[in-house]
DNA sequence: GACCTGAGTACAAGAAAGTAAACCTAGCGG
DNA sequence: CCGCTAGGTTTACTTTCTTGTACTCAGGTC
Protein backbone atom coordinates (compact mmCIF):
# COMPACT_ATOMS: atom_id res chain seq x y z
CA UNK A 1 0.00 0.00 0.00
CA UNK A 2 0.99 3.39 -1.26
CA UNK A 3 -0.34 7.12 -0.61
CA UNK A 4 -0.71 8.93 -3.65
CA UNK A 5 -0.19 11.74 -2.56
CA UNK A 6 0.99 13.26 1.05
CA UNK A 7 -1.77 11.71 3.51
CA UNK A 8 0.78 12.98 5.83
CA UNK A 9 1.70 14.99 8.70
CA UNK A 10 -1.54 17.52 8.42
CA UNK A 11 -4.20 14.67 8.16
CA UNK A 12 -7.30 15.05 10.27
CA UNK A 13 -7.02 11.65 11.70
CA UNK A 14 -10.45 12.22 13.57
CA UNK A 15 -11.92 10.87 10.24
CA UNK A 16 -11.39 7.49 10.40
CA UNK A 17 -13.37 4.32 9.24
CA UNK A 18 -11.18 1.83 10.66
CA UNK A 19 -10.77 3.80 13.97
CA UNK A 20 -14.82 4.05 13.93
CA UNK A 21 -14.92 0.36 13.24
CA UNK A 22 -12.77 -0.53 16.24
CA UNK A 23 -14.95 1.60 18.89
CA UNK A 24 -17.54 -0.88 17.96
CA UNK A 25 -15.69 -4.33 17.61
CA UNK A 26 -12.41 -3.46 18.91
CA UNK A 27 -12.74 -4.32 22.26
CA UNK A 28 -11.70 -7.55 23.64
CA UNK A 29 -14.03 -10.51 22.85
CA UNK A 30 -16.20 -8.71 20.79
CA UNK A 31 -15.09 -10.49 18.05
CA UNK A 32 -14.91 -13.61 19.12
CA UNK A 33 -18.36 -13.57 20.62
CA UNK A 34 -19.38 -12.66 16.60
CA UNK A 35 -17.57 -15.92 16.01
CA UNK A 36 -19.31 -17.71 18.23
CA UNK A 37 -22.52 -16.96 16.60
CA UNK A 38 -21.40 -17.68 13.00
CA UNK A 39 -20.56 -20.62 14.33
CA UNK A 40 -24.17 -21.47 15.50
CA UNK A 41 -23.48 -20.74 19.36
CA UNK A 42 -26.39 -18.32 20.08
CA UNK A 43 -27.33 -18.58 23.78
CA UNK A 44 -25.45 -16.86 26.70
CA UNK A 45 -24.48 -20.18 28.63
CA UNK A 46 -23.67 -21.40 25.75
CA UNK A 47 -21.03 -18.41 24.82
CA UNK A 48 -20.57 -18.05 28.15
CA UNK A 49 -19.11 -21.76 28.04
CA UNK A 50 -17.21 -21.87 25.00
CA UNK A 51 -15.41 -17.99 25.25
CA UNK A 52 -14.66 -18.46 28.53
CA UNK A 53 -15.03 -14.99 29.62
CA UNK A 54 -16.77 -13.02 32.52
CA UNK A 55 -20.55 -13.09 32.01
CA UNK A 56 -20.40 -9.30 33.03
CA UNK A 57 -18.36 -8.78 29.71
CA UNK A 58 -20.06 -11.12 27.73
CA UNK A 59 -23.50 -9.20 28.97
CA UNK A 60 -21.79 -6.05 27.81
CA UNK A 61 -20.98 -6.87 24.28
CA UNK A 62 -23.97 -8.25 23.53
CA UNK A 63 -25.70 -5.61 24.43
CA UNK A 64 -23.33 -3.11 22.38
CA UNK A 65 -23.59 -5.34 19.70
CA UNK A 66 -27.64 -5.80 20.06
CA UNK A 67 -27.07 -1.57 20.32
CA UNK A 68 -25.18 -1.55 17.38
CA UNK A 69 -27.73 -3.52 15.24
CA UNK A 70 -24.91 -5.89 14.99
CA UNK A 71 -26.98 -8.80 16.36
CA UNK A 72 -30.52 -9.32 17.20
CA UNK A 73 -32.20 -10.96 20.13
CA UNK A 74 -35.00 -13.39 19.68
CA UNK A 75 -36.82 -15.39 21.84
CA UNK A 76 -37.97 -18.89 20.55
CA UNK A 77 -39.28 -21.72 22.58
CA UNK A 78 -39.02 -25.38 22.97
CA UNK A 79 -41.68 -27.70 23.55
CA UNK A 80 -42.28 -27.98 27.31
CA UNK A 81 -39.63 -25.03 28.44
CA UNK A 82 -39.98 -21.56 28.98
CA UNK A 83 -39.19 -19.17 26.09
CA UNK A 84 -35.70 -18.30 25.82
CA UNK A 85 -33.81 -15.32 24.25
CA UNK A 86 -31.20 -15.86 21.70
CA UNK A 87 -28.88 -14.22 19.72
CA UNK A 88 -28.66 -13.71 16.12
CA UNK A 89 -26.50 -12.10 13.55
CA UNK A 90 -27.96 -9.40 11.25
CA UNK A 91 -27.61 -8.55 7.52
CA UNK A 92 -24.87 -4.95 9.02
CA UNK A 93 -23.41 -8.17 11.15
CA UNK A 94 -22.61 -10.17 8.19
CA UNK A 95 -21.17 -7.29 6.34
CA UNK A 96 -18.61 -7.59 9.19
CA UNK A 97 -17.23 -11.36 7.61
CA UNK A 98 -14.78 -9.65 5.21
CA UNK A 99 -12.77 -8.33 7.88
CA UNK A 100 -12.96 -11.35 10.18
CA UNK A 101 -12.37 -13.98 8.06
CA UNK A 102 -9.53 -12.04 6.91
CA UNK A 103 -8.08 -12.30 10.02
CA UNK A 104 -9.19 -16.03 9.83
CA UNK A 105 -6.99 -15.54 6.81
CA UNK A 106 -3.88 -14.41 8.25
CA UNK A 107 -3.83 -16.29 11.06
CA UNK A 108 -4.68 -19.25 9.54
CA UNK A 109 -1.14 -18.35 6.93
CA UNK A 110 1.14 -17.63 9.67
CA UNK A 111 0.11 -18.45 13.21
CA UNK A 112 -1.65 -21.87 12.55
CA UNK A 113 -2.33 -24.81 14.79
CA UNK A 114 0.22 -27.61 13.91
CA UNK A 115 -2.47 -29.66 13.40
CA UNK A 116 -4.02 -27.02 10.62
CA UNK A 117 -7.05 -24.56 10.92
CA UNK A 118 -9.82 -25.62 13.27
CA UNK A 119 -12.46 -24.19 10.42
CA UNK A 120 -12.94 -24.16 7.14
CA UNK A 121 -14.98 -22.19 5.15
CA UNK A 122 -16.98 -23.25 2.18
CA UNK A 123 -19.19 -21.87 -0.45
CA UNK A 124 -22.56 -23.67 0.46
CA UNK A 125 -23.48 -23.76 -3.63
CA UNK A 126 -20.47 -24.98 -4.95
CA UNK A 127 -18.40 -26.73 -1.78
CA UNK A 128 -15.19 -24.94 -2.57
CA UNK A 129 -13.17 -23.33 -0.42
CA UNK A 130 -12.98 -19.24 0.76
CA UNK A 131 -9.99 -16.76 0.57
CA UNK A 132 -10.58 -12.84 1.21
CA UNK A 133 -9.56 -10.58 -1.72
CA UNK A 134 -8.87 -6.86 -2.55
CA UNK A 135 -10.48 -6.62 -5.93
CA UNK A 136 -10.67 -3.31 -7.70
CA UNK A 137 -13.99 -2.21 -10.08
CA UNK A 138 -12.73 -3.84 -12.58
CA UNK A 139 -12.36 -7.26 -11.06
CA UNK A 140 -8.49 -6.89 -10.70
CA UNK A 141 -7.08 -8.77 -7.74
CA UNK A 142 -5.43 -6.37 -5.94
CA UNK A 143 -2.64 -7.36 -3.98
CA UNK A 144 -1.68 -4.86 -0.85
CA UNK A 145 1.44 -3.98 -3.04
CA UNK A 146 -0.64 -2.53 -5.68
CA UNK A 147 -3.51 -0.72 -3.01
CA UNK A 148 -2.68 3.10 -3.29
CA UNK A 149 -4.37 5.20 -0.69
CA UNK A 150 -5.67 8.38 -1.52
CA UNK A 151 -7.87 11.32 -0.06
CA UNK A 152 -11.53 10.96 -0.46
CA UNK A 153 -14.48 13.65 -0.12
CA UNK A 154 -14.18 13.83 3.59
CA UNK A 155 -10.78 14.11 4.25
CA UNK A 156 -9.54 17.33 6.34
CA UNK A 157 -6.49 18.88 7.35
CA UNK A 158 -6.51 19.56 10.96
CA UNK A 159 -5.50 23.23 11.97
CA UNK A 160 -4.70 24.67 8.43
CA UNK A 161 -1.14 26.85 9.07
CA UNK A 162 -3.31 30.40 7.94
CA UNK A 163 -1.63 33.37 9.23
CA UNK A 164 -3.30 35.54 11.79
CA UNK A 165 -5.50 38.05 9.68
CA UNK B 1 -22.69 -17.61 7.72
CA UNK B 2 -24.35 -20.78 9.13
CA UNK B 3 -22.05 -24.01 10.23
CA UNK B 4 -22.27 -27.12 8.17
CA UNK B 5 -22.25 -29.58 11.28
CA UNK B 6 -22.17 -29.14 14.86
CA UNK B 7 -19.29 -27.36 15.69
CA UNK B 8 -20.83 -26.91 18.98
CA UNK B 9 -20.97 -27.13 22.67
CA UNK B 10 -17.85 -29.52 22.63
CA UNK B 11 -15.34 -27.76 20.49
CA UNK B 12 -12.21 -26.51 21.62
CA UNK B 13 -12.01 -23.31 21.28
CA UNK B 14 -8.19 -22.65 22.05
CA UNK B 15 -7.45 -23.39 17.87
CA UNK B 16 -8.73 -20.19 17.17
CA UNK B 17 -6.94 -18.17 13.62
CA UNK B 18 -8.84 -15.23 14.08
CA UNK B 19 -8.30 -15.39 18.06
CA UNK B 20 -4.45 -15.88 17.67
CA UNK B 21 -4.41 -12.94 15.04
CA UNK B 22 -6.22 -11.06 17.63
CA UNK B 23 -3.60 -11.69 20.06
CA UNK B 24 -0.57 -9.81 17.48
CA UNK B 25 -3.08 -6.66 16.05
CA UNK B 26 -6.19 -7.08 18.81
CA UNK B 27 -4.52 -4.45 21.23
CA UNK B 28 -5.33 -0.95 20.99
CA UNK B 29 -3.94 1.40 18.83
CA UNK B 30 -2.00 -1.32 16.80
CA UNK B 31 -3.92 -1.65 13.55
CA UNK B 32 -4.10 2.22 13.51
CA UNK B 33 -0.34 1.92 14.04
CA UNK B 34 -0.71 0.17 10.89
CA UNK B 35 -2.89 2.41 8.54
CA UNK B 36 -0.70 5.31 9.89
CA UNK B 37 2.23 3.63 8.26
CA UNK B 38 0.71 2.36 4.89
CA UNK B 39 -0.63 5.85 4.61
CA UNK B 40 3.12 6.52 4.54
CA UNK B 41 3.93 8.27 8.14
CA UNK B 42 6.96 6.17 9.15
CA UNK B 43 8.64 7.82 11.69
CA UNK B 44 8.07 7.53 15.70
CA UNK B 45 7.50 10.97 16.35
CA UNK B 46 5.12 11.60 13.13
CA UNK B 47 3.22 8.32 14.33
CA UNK B 48 3.09 9.86 17.69
CA UNK B 49 1.93 13.24 16.30
CA UNK B 50 -0.64 11.51 14.03
CA UNK B 51 -2.07 9.55 16.39
CA UNK B 52 -2.10 11.04 19.49
CA UNK B 53 -1.67 7.85 21.29
CA UNK B 54 0.99 8.26 24.49
CA UNK B 55 4.57 7.21 23.44
CA UNK B 56 5.57 4.21 25.52
CA UNK B 57 2.52 2.89 24.26
CA UNK B 58 3.32 3.44 21.18
CA UNK B 59 6.76 1.99 21.72
CA UNK B 60 5.34 -1.33 22.75
CA UNK B 61 3.43 -1.88 20.21
CA UNK B 62 5.40 -0.65 17.32
CA UNK B 63 8.21 -3.35 18.74
CA UNK B 64 5.30 -5.76 18.96
CA UNK B 65 4.63 -5.71 15.33
CA UNK B 66 8.32 -5.72 14.55
CA UNK B 67 8.79 -8.59 16.85
CA UNK B 68 6.21 -10.72 14.79
CA UNK B 69 7.26 -9.84 11.67
CA UNK B 70 4.76 -6.81 10.51
CA UNK B 71 6.79 -4.22 10.42
CA UNK B 72 10.54 -3.83 9.84
CA UNK B 73 12.92 -0.96 11.04
CA UNK B 74 14.73 0.66 8.14
CA UNK B 75 17.54 3.17 8.68
CA UNK B 76 18.18 6.13 6.24
CA UNK B 77 20.32 8.90 5.91
CA UNK B 78 19.20 12.41 4.51
CA UNK B 79 21.72 14.86 3.22
CA UNK B 80 23.49 16.66 6.05
CA UNK B 81 21.38 14.68 9.12
CA UNK B 82 22.19 11.73 11.02
CA UNK B 83 20.63 8.69 10.35
CA UNK B 84 18.02 7.89 11.33
CA UNK B 85 14.95 4.38 11.45
CA UNK B 86 11.92 4.23 10.51
CA UNK B 87 9.05 1.63 9.87
CA UNK B 88 7.83 0.01 6.82
CA UNK B 89 5.37 -3.18 6.53
CA UNK B 90 6.59 -6.26 5.65
CA UNK B 91 4.75 -8.65 3.35
CA UNK B 92 3.17 -10.12 6.62
CA UNK B 93 2.30 -7.31 7.45
CA UNK B 94 1.02 -6.42 3.74
CA UNK B 95 -0.93 -9.66 4.31
CA UNK B 96 -3.52 -7.76 6.88
CA UNK B 97 -4.29 -5.34 4.59
CA UNK B 98 -7.73 -7.47 3.20
CA UNK B 99 -8.60 -7.72 7.10
CA UNK B 100 -7.74 -3.98 7.92
CA UNK B 101 -9.11 -3.00 4.81
CA UNK B 102 -12.64 -5.17 5.55
CA UNK B 103 -12.43 -2.90 8.65
CA UNK B 104 -12.30 0.35 7.09
CA UNK B 105 -15.46 -0.60 4.26
CA UNK B 106 -17.24 -1.57 6.89
CA UNK B 107 -16.86 1.81 8.14
CA UNK B 108 -17.65 3.62 5.53
CA UNK B 109 -20.50 2.08 4.87
CA UNK B 110 -22.27 2.07 8.27
CA UNK B 111 -20.23 4.73 10.34
CA UNK B 112 -18.91 7.25 7.84
CA UNK B 113 -18.45 10.71 7.59
CA UNK B 114 -21.44 13.13 6.97
CA UNK B 115 -18.94 14.44 4.54
CA UNK B 116 -17.71 10.75 2.88
CA UNK B 117 -14.75 8.56 3.66
CA UNK B 118 -11.56 10.49 4.24
CA UNK B 119 -9.60 7.89 2.20
CA UNK B 120 -10.42 5.98 -1.13
CA UNK B 121 -8.31 2.84 -1.82
CA UNK B 122 -7.35 2.76 -5.81
CA UNK B 123 -6.01 -0.09 -7.78
CA UNK B 124 -2.58 1.43 -8.73
CA UNK B 125 -2.08 -0.21 -12.13
CA UNK B 126 -5.91 0.49 -13.51
CA UNK B 127 -7.34 3.74 -11.14
CA UNK B 128 -10.81 1.98 -9.76
CA UNK B 129 -11.68 1.75 -6.55
CA UNK B 130 -11.26 -1.55 -4.55
CA UNK B 131 -13.60 -3.80 -2.39
CA UNK B 132 -13.07 -6.40 -0.26
CA UNK B 133 -14.71 -9.74 -1.51
CA UNK B 134 -14.98 -12.79 0.12
CA UNK B 135 -14.31 -15.35 -3.00
CA UNK B 136 -14.29 -19.46 -3.39
CA UNK B 137 -12.06 -21.35 -4.65
CA UNK B 138 -14.24 -21.20 -8.34
CA UNK B 139 -13.85 -17.21 -8.02
CA UNK B 140 -17.73 -17.33 -7.49
CA UNK B 141 -18.37 -13.87 -5.03
CA UNK B 142 -19.53 -15.22 -1.98
CA UNK B 143 -21.72 -13.24 0.24
CA UNK B 144 -22.42 -13.84 3.44
CA UNK B 145 -25.37 -15.90 4.05
CA UNK B 146 -23.67 -18.30 1.46
CA UNK B 147 -20.52 -19.19 3.85
CA UNK B 148 -20.73 -22.40 5.14
CA UNK B 149 -18.71 -23.30 8.12
CA UNK B 150 -17.02 -26.67 8.94
CA UNK B 151 -14.23 -28.79 10.49
CA UNK B 152 -10.82 -28.32 9.59
CA UNK B 153 -7.59 -31.11 10.39
CA UNK B 154 -7.16 -28.78 13.30
CA UNK B 155 -10.42 -29.31 14.91
CA UNK B 156 -10.87 -30.73 18.22
CA UNK B 157 -13.29 -31.01 20.98
CA UNK B 158 -12.28 -30.58 24.25
CA UNK B 159 -12.46 -33.17 27.10
CA UNK B 160 -14.19 -35.76 24.91
CA UNK B 161 -16.71 -37.40 27.48
CA UNK B 162 -15.23 -40.99 27.50
CA UNK B 163 -16.46 -43.44 30.26
CA UNK B 164 -13.82 -44.30 33.17
CA UNK B 165 -11.72 -47.46 32.03
C1' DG C 1 31.51 22.92 24.04
C1' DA C 2 26.53 24.10 24.60
C1' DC C 3 22.45 23.28 22.57
C1' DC C 4 18.93 21.06 19.43
C1' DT C 5 16.39 17.19 17.44
C1' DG C 6 14.75 12.41 16.76
C1' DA C 7 13.97 8.36 18.93
C1' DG C 8 13.08 6.58 22.42
C1' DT C 9 12.98 4.97 28.07
C1' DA C 10 11.35 5.70 32.95
C1' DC C 11 8.17 6.94 36.20
C1' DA C 12 3.84 8.30 38.63
C1' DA C 13 -0.95 8.87 39.32
C1' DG C 14 -5.60 8.36 37.91
C1' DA C 15 -9.19 6.42 34.76
C1' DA C 16 -10.92 2.77 32.27
C1' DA C 17 -11.21 -1.96 31.10
C1' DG C 18 -10.99 -6.67 32.24
C1' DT C 19 -11.54 -10.72 35.68
C1' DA C 20 -13.72 -13.60 39.31
C1' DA C 21 -17.16 -15.02 41.85
C1' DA C 22 -21.25 -14.37 44.40
C1' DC C 23 -25.92 -12.94 43.90
C1' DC C 24 -30.66 -12.19 41.75
C1' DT C 25 -34.88 -13.35 39.09
C1' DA C 26 -38.56 -15.76 36.27
C1' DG C 27 -40.60 -19.93 34.90
C1' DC C 28 -41.00 -24.77 34.92
C1' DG C 29 -41.04 -29.64 36.90
C1' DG C 30 -41.98 -32.18 40.77
C1' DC D 1 -43.56 -24.08 47.07
C1' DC D 2 -38.64 -25.88 46.54
C1' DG D 3 -35.10 -26.23 43.76
C1' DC D 4 -33.15 -26.04 39.05
C1' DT D 5 -31.78 -23.51 35.10
C1' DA D 6 -31.01 -19.65 31.73
C1' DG D 7 -29.87 -15.23 31.62
C1' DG D 8 -28.23 -12.04 33.46
C1' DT D 9 -26.35 -8.08 37.84
C1' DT D 10 -23.44 -6.58 41.50
C1' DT D 11 -19.44 -6.09 43.80
C1' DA D 12 -14.57 -6.37 44.69
C1' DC D 13 -10.23 -6.75 42.73
C1' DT D 14 -6.45 -6.57 39.10
C1' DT D 15 -4.50 -5.17 34.89
C1' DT D 16 -4.14 -1.94 31.07
C1' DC D 17 -4.44 2.42 29.30
C1' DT D 18 -4.01 7.42 29.60
C1' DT D 19 -1.83 11.65 30.86
C1' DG D 20 2.02 14.01 31.55
C1' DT D 21 6.56 15.01 32.85
C1' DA D 22 11.35 13.95 32.96
C1' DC D 23 15.42 11.72 31.41
C1' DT D 24 18.83 9.47 28.03
C1' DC D 25 21.65 9.15 24.04
C1' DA D 26 23.73 10.11 19.62
C1' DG D 27 24.91 13.07 15.88
C1' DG D 28 24.83 17.65 13.94
C1' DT D 29 24.56 22.80 14.29
C1' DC D 30 26.14 27.26 16.20
Known amino acids: MAPITDLRLDRDT???SIARTLEVVGEKWTLLVLREIWYGVSR???LHKMLGCPRNLLAERLRKLVEHGIL???TYQEDGARSRSRYVV???GNDLAPAV???LQWGDKYRADPAGPAVINHHR????PLTVQVRCARDHHVPAAEVEVGPGPGFRTKAAPERAT
Chains 1, 2 share one sequence.
Request: proline fraction near 0%; aromatic fraction near 6%.
Open 14 to 16: TNC
Open 44 to 46: FSD
Open 72 to 74: ATE
Open 90 to 92: TAK
Open 101 to 103: LGL
Open 125 to 128: DCGA
